[in-house]
Protein backbone atom coordinates (compact mmCIF):
# COMPACT_ATOMS: atom_id res chain seq x y z
CA UNK A 1 0.00 0.00 0.00
CA UNK A 2 1.11 3.54 -0.71
CA UNK A 3 3.99 5.28 -2.35
CA UNK A 4 7.83 6.40 -1.61
CA UNK A 5 10.61 5.11 0.75
CA UNK A 6 9.67 0.91 1.12
CA UNK A 7 8.90 -0.20 4.32
CA UNK A 8 8.81 -3.41 5.72
CA UNK A 9 6.77 -4.94 8.13
CA UNK A 10 7.30 -8.20 9.41
CA UNK A 11 5.05 -9.68 12.60
CA UNK A 12 5.24 -11.95 15.41
CA UNK A 13 5.11 -15.47 16.56
CA UNK A 14 1.49 -17.26 15.31
CA UNK A 15 0.41 -13.60 14.22
CA UNK A 16 -0.46 -12.68 10.46
CA UNK A 17 -0.15 -9.12 8.49
CA UNK A 18 -3.36 -8.02 10.48
CA UNK A 19 -1.14 -7.12 13.42
CA UNK A 20 0.00 -3.85 11.50
CA UNK A 21 -3.81 -2.93 10.32
CA UNK A 22 -3.71 0.13 12.75
CA UNK A 23 -0.86 1.74 11.22
CA UNK A 24 -0.33 0.28 7.78
CA UNK A 25 -2.93 3.10 6.03
CA UNK A 26 -0.85 6.38 8.20
CA UNK A 27 2.53 4.87 7.31
CA UNK A 28 0.95 4.49 3.57
CA UNK A 29 0.38 8.36 3.11
CA UNK A 30 4.30 8.85 2.93
CA UNK A 31 5.89 5.18 2.67
CA UNK A 32 5.42 1.85 0.22
CA UNK A 33 3.98 -0.43 3.03
CA UNK A 34 4.77 -4.16 2.32
CA UNK A 35 2.67 -6.61 5.20
CA UNK A 36 3.26 -10.17 4.19
CA UNK A 37 1.82 -12.84 6.13
CA UNK A 38 5.31 -15.06 6.95
CA UNK A 39 5.88 -18.68 6.53
CA UNK A 40 3.49 -20.52 8.54
CA UNK A 41 1.38 -17.89 9.34
CA UNK A 42 -2.21 -16.27 8.26
CA UNK A 43 -2.76 -16.95 4.24
CA UNK A 44 0.46 -18.11 3.70
CA UNK A 45 1.23 -21.91 2.93
CA UNK A 46 2.10 -23.67 5.86
CA UNK A 47 4.55 -26.78 4.66
CA UNK A 48 7.32 -29.01 6.16
CA UNK A 49 9.68 -26.50 5.65
CA UNK A 50 12.60 -24.43 7.12
CA UNK A 51 11.48 -22.16 9.74
CA UNK A 52 14.74 -21.06 11.27
CA UNK A 53 14.84 -16.94 11.29
CA UNK A 54 17.62 -17.27 8.36
CA UNK A 55 15.17 -19.16 6.62
CA UNK A 56 12.54 -16.00 7.30
CA UNK A 57 15.50 -13.79 6.35
CA UNK A 58 15.91 -15.67 3.15
CA UNK A 59 11.96 -15.44 1.91
CA UNK A 60 12.08 -12.09 2.94
CA UNK A 61 14.84 -11.22 0.38
CA UNK A 62 13.13 -13.71 -2.04
CA UNK A 63 10.19 -11.49 -1.38
CA UNK A 64 11.60 -7.83 -2.36
CA UNK A 65 13.28 -9.12 -5.11
CA UNK A 66 9.90 -10.38 -6.86
CA UNK A 67 9.07 -6.96 -5.88
CA UNK A 68 11.48 -5.62 -7.86
CA UNK A 69 13.20 -3.78 -4.55
CA UNK A 70 15.97 -3.16 -4.03
CA UNK A 71 16.47 -2.03 -0.17
CA UNK A 72 14.06 -1.17 2.88
CA UNK A 73 13.74 -0.17 6.20
CA UNK A 74 13.00 -2.85 7.99
CA UNK A 75 10.30 -3.03 11.00
CA UNK A 76 9.90 -5.95 13.09
CA UNK A 77 7.93 -6.92 15.64
CA UNK A 78 8.58 -9.64 18.36
CA UNK A 79 9.64 -12.81 16.72
CA UNK A 80 9.43 -10.50 13.23
CA UNK A 81 12.49 -8.14 15.03
CA UNK A 82 14.66 -11.47 15.29
CA UNK A 83 14.14 -12.11 11.88
CA UNK A 84 14.70 -8.21 10.96
CA UNK A 85 18.00 -8.86 12.49
CA UNK A 86 19.05 -11.78 10.74
CA UNK A 87 17.66 -9.98 7.10
CA UNK A 88 20.38 -7.12 8.37
CA UNK A 89 23.14 -9.70 8.94
CA UNK A 90 22.38 -11.66 5.85
CA UNK A 91 21.85 -8.56 3.60
CA UNK A 92 23.25 -5.50 4.84
CA UNK A 93 23.07 -3.99 1.09
CA UNK A 94 19.15 -4.34 1.41
CA UNK A 95 18.86 -2.95 4.64
CA UNK A 96 18.42 0.64 5.26
CA UNK A 97 17.34 0.66 8.96
CA UNK A 98 16.04 -1.63 11.27
CA UNK A 99 13.09 -0.79 13.63
CA UNK A 100 13.12 -3.35 16.50
CA UNK A 101 9.22 -3.73 18.17
CA UNK A 102 9.29 -5.58 21.21
CA UNK A 103 11.82 -8.16 19.73
CA UNK A 104 13.19 -10.86 20.19
CA UNK A 105 17.24 -11.82 20.46
CA UNK A 106 17.99 -9.41 22.97
CA UNK A 107 18.28 -11.37 25.97
CA UNK A 108 16.73 -15.17 26.88
CA UNK A 109 13.68 -14.23 28.84
CA UNK A 110 10.32 -15.19 27.52
CA UNK A 111 6.99 -15.86 28.34
CA UNK A 112 6.27 -19.10 29.96
CA UNK A 113 3.46 -19.65 27.33
CA UNK A 114 5.86 -19.55 24.53
CA UNK A 115 7.92 -21.86 26.03
CA UNK A 116 4.78 -24.19 26.34
CA UNK A 117 5.02 -24.82 22.46
CA UNK A 118 7.88 -26.31 23.09
CA UNK A 119 6.90 -29.33 25.75
CA UNK A 120 5.85 -32.77 23.92
CA UNK A 121 2.28 -33.03 23.30
CA UNK A 122 1.44 -29.57 22.53
CA UNK A 123 -0.20 -30.10 19.37
CA UNK A 124 -2.07 -32.56 20.80
CA UNK A 125 -3.83 -30.31 23.22
CA UNK A 126 -3.91 -27.74 21.66
CA UNK A 127 -5.98 -29.73 19.05
CA UNK A 128 -8.46 -30.81 22.03
CA UNK A 129 -8.76 -26.91 23.24
CA UNK A 130 -9.27 -25.37 19.44
CA UNK A 131 -12.32 -27.71 19.08
CA UNK A 132 -15.11 -25.26 18.22
CA UNK A 133 -17.31 -24.69 21.14
CA UNK A 134 -14.26 -24.51 23.48
CA UNK A 135 -12.04 -22.19 21.34
CA UNK A 136 -15.30 -19.64 20.80
CA UNK A 137 -15.88 -19.26 24.29
CA UNK A 138 -12.37 -18.76 25.27
CA UNK A 139 -11.73 -16.49 22.33
CA UNK A 140 -14.50 -14.23 23.19
CA UNK A 141 -14.02 -13.76 27.03
CA UNK A 142 -10.86 -13.08 26.05
CA UNK A 143 -11.47 -10.18 23.81
CA UNK A 144 -14.07 -8.94 26.92
CA UNK A 145 -11.05 -9.06 29.41
CA UNK A 146 -8.91 -6.72 26.83
CA UNK A 147 -11.39 -4.38 26.87
CA UNK A 148 -11.58 -4.04 31.31
CA UNK A 149 -8.96 -1.75 31.08
CA UNK A 150 -6.37 -3.83 33.51
CA UNK A 151 -3.12 -3.56 32.50
CA UNK A 152 -2.10 -7.00 32.44
CA UNK A 153 -5.11 -8.60 29.94
CA UNK A 154 -4.37 -5.53 27.61
CA UNK A 155 -3.12 -8.25 24.95
CA UNK A 156 -5.56 -10.90 25.66
CA UNK A 157 -7.40 -9.98 22.11
CA UNK A 158 -4.38 -10.37 19.92
CA UNK A 159 -4.10 -13.75 22.05
CA UNK A 160 -7.60 -14.69 21.47
CA UNK A 161 -6.58 -14.62 17.13
CA UNK A 162 -3.33 -16.83 18.02
CA UNK A 163 -5.62 -19.15 19.65
CA UNK A 164 -8.27 -19.39 17.46
CA UNK A 165 -5.42 -19.94 14.70
CA UNK A 166 -4.79 -22.81 16.40
CA UNK A 167 -7.87 -24.57 14.78
CA UNK A 168 -5.78 -25.05 12.01
CA UNK A 169 -3.44 -28.15 12.75
CA UNK A 170 -0.85 -27.00 9.87
CA UNK A 171 -0.62 -23.50 12.09
CA UNK A 172 -0.07 -25.76 15.30
CA UNK A 173 3.10 -27.42 13.11
CA UNK A 174 4.35 -24.75 11.87
CA UNK A 175 4.56 -22.24 14.88
CA UNK A 176 5.51 -25.61 16.83
CA UNK A 177 8.80 -25.37 14.59
CA UNK A 178 9.30 -22.14 14.45
CA UNK A 179 9.43 -21.80 17.81
CA UNK A 180 11.75 -24.65 18.62
CA UNK A 181 14.31 -22.86 16.08
CA UNK A 182 14.37 -19.66 18.28
CA UNK A 183 13.38 -21.10 22.17
CA UNK A 184 14.12 -24.02 24.69
CA UNK A 185 13.35 -24.48 27.98
CA UNK A 186 16.05 -21.65 28.89
CA UNK A 187 14.09 -19.07 27.02
CA UNK A 188 15.28 -17.66 23.92
CA UNK A 189 18.28 -19.23 21.65
CA UNK A 190 19.13 -16.90 18.69
CA UNK A 191 20.15 -13.41 20.04
CA UNK A 192 22.12 -10.33 18.41
CA UNK A 193 24.53 -10.06 20.95
CA UNK A 194 27.59 -11.94 19.17
CA UNK A 195 26.48 -9.76 16.15
CA UNK A 196 25.69 -6.40 17.10
CA UNK A 197 29.11 -4.87 16.15
CA UNK A 198 28.25 -5.05 12.94
CA UNK A 199 25.55 -2.54 12.98
CA UNK A 200 27.74 0.42 13.46
CA UNK A 201 26.21 1.80 10.09
CA UNK A 202 23.08 0.66 10.40
CA UNK A 203 20.36 2.89 12.12
CA UNK A 204 18.53 1.54 14.45
CA UNK A 205 15.28 2.44 16.49
CA UNK A 206 14.41 0.36 19.30
CA UNK A 207 10.33 0.01 20.49
CA UNK A 208 9.02 -1.04 23.56
CA UNK A 209 5.76 -1.00 25.37
CA UNK A 210 6.51 0.11 29.17
CA UNK A 211 4.12 -3.28 30.53
CA UNK A 212 5.23 -5.80 28.22
CA UNK A 213 4.40 -9.33 29.82
CA UNK A 214 5.75 -11.03 27.25
CA UNK A 215 9.43 -10.10 26.36
CA UNK A 216 10.58 -7.74 29.33
CA UNK A 217 11.31 -3.93 28.67
CA UNK A 218 14.63 -4.19 29.94
CA UNK A 219 15.83 -5.85 26.92
CA UNK A 220 15.30 -2.13 25.32
CA UNK A 221 18.40 -1.75 27.74
CA UNK A 222 20.49 -4.88 26.18
CA UNK A 223 19.70 -3.17 22.30
CA UNK A 224 21.28 0.13 23.46
CA UNK A 225 24.10 -1.30 24.96
CA UNK A 226 25.25 -3.49 22.35
CA UNK A 227 24.07 -1.25 19.40
CA UNK A 228 25.07 2.54 21.35
CA UNK A 229 24.05 4.47 18.57
CA UNK A 230 20.12 2.52 18.52
CA UNK A 231 17.35 5.38 19.06
CA UNK A 232 15.12 3.79 22.16
CA UNK A 233 11.55 4.58 22.58
CA UNK A 234 9.94 3.54 25.60
CA UNK A 235 5.63 4.04 25.07
CA UNK A 236 4.17 4.34 28.55
CA UNK A 237 0.72 2.31 29.03
CA UNK A 238 1.40 -0.24 25.97
CA UNK A 239 1.99 -3.81 25.94
CA UNK A 240 3.84 -6.18 23.28
CA UNK A 241 1.61 -4.47 21.08
CA UNK A 242 2.58 -0.94 20.90
CA UNK A 243 1.48 -0.85 17.41
CA UNK A 244 -2.05 -1.73 18.43
CA UNK A 245 -2.04 0.21 22.08
CA UNK A 246 -0.78 3.80 20.25
CA UNK A 247 -0.50 3.62 16.86
CA UNK A 248 -0.59 7.89 16.10
CA UNK A 249 2.53 8.06 18.39
CA UNK A 250 3.68 4.70 16.52
CA UNK A 251 3.83 5.80 13.15
CA UNK A 252 4.87 9.24 14.17
CA UNK A 253 8.30 7.59 16.07
CA UNK A 254 8.69 5.80 12.73
CA UNK A 255 8.11 8.58 10.77
CA UNK A 256 10.68 10.64 12.19
CA UNK A 257 13.13 8.11 12.61
CA UNK A 258 13.48 7.55 9.09
CA UNK A 259 13.30 11.05 8.05
CA UNK A 260 15.93 12.18 10.71
CA UNK A 261 18.81 9.27 9.29
CA UNK A 262 20.35 8.15 6.39
CA UNK A 263 19.71 4.88 4.65
CA UNK A 264 22.71 2.68 5.72
CA UNK A 265 25.62 2.77 2.83
CA UNK A 266 26.84 -1.13 2.48
CA UNK A 267 30.75 -0.65 2.56
CA UNK A 268 31.79 -4.72 1.23
CA UNK A 269 35.12 -3.35 2.44
CA UNK A 270 34.39 -2.22 6.04
CA UNK A 271 32.07 -5.43 6.35
CA UNK A 272 34.98 -7.67 5.84
CA UNK A 273 37.32 -6.28 7.77
CA UNK A 274 34.72 -5.75 10.92
CA UNK A 275 33.81 -9.44 10.06
CA UNK A 276 37.70 -10.12 10.29
CA UNK A 277 38.51 -8.50 13.36
CA UNK A 278 35.28 -10.14 15.09
CA UNK A 279 33.41 -9.12 17.84
CA UNK A 280 35.64 -9.47 20.72
CA UNK A 281 38.06 -7.23 19.06
CA UNK A 282 35.23 -4.90 18.99
CA UNK A 283 34.43 -5.04 22.43
CA UNK A 284 38.05 -4.95 23.86
CA UNK A 285 38.57 -1.70 21.65
CA UNK A 286 35.34 -0.78 23.90
CA UNK A 287 36.49 -1.40 27.13
CA UNK A 288 39.35 0.21 26.83
CA UNK A 289 37.76 3.39 26.06
CA UNK A 290 38.27 3.77 22.50
CA UNK A 291 34.50 3.72 21.48
CA UNK A 292 31.83 4.90 23.09
CA UNK A 293 30.55 1.81 24.31
CA UNK A 294 29.64 0.79 27.90
CA UNK A 295 31.49 -2.57 28.64
CA UNK A 296 29.71 -5.13 27.29
CA UNK A 297 30.78 -8.31 28.03
CA UNK A 298 28.00 -8.32 30.73
CA UNK A 299 24.84 -7.90 28.66
CA UNK A 300 26.72 -10.29 25.84
CA UNK A 301 25.87 -12.81 28.37
CA UNK A 302 22.40 -11.82 29.71
CA UNK A 303 21.83 -11.50 25.93
CA UNK A 304 22.56 -15.11 25.42
CA UNK A 305 25.92 -14.63 23.84
Known amino acids: MG ?3 VVLLLHGLACDHTTWNPVIESLARTHTVIAPDLLGHGQSDKP ?3 YSVGGYANGMRDLLT ?3 IDSATVVGHSFGGGVAMQFA ?7 ERLVLVGSGGLGPDVTPAIRAITTPGFHQIMGVLSVPGLRHATTAAMRVLSRTGVTQLRDLDEVADIYDSFKDPRTR ?6 VRAVVDWKGQIVTMADRAYLTEAMPICVVWGADDLVIPVAHASNASALAPTARVEIIPNAGHFPHKDHPERFVKIVRDFIRTTEPAQYDRERWRELLDDGADAVLAQAEAGRSPVAPLRAVRRAAGA
Open 3 to 5: SGP
Open 48 to 50: RAD
Open 66 to 68: VLG
Open 89 to 95: YQYPERT
Open 173 to 178: AAIRHV
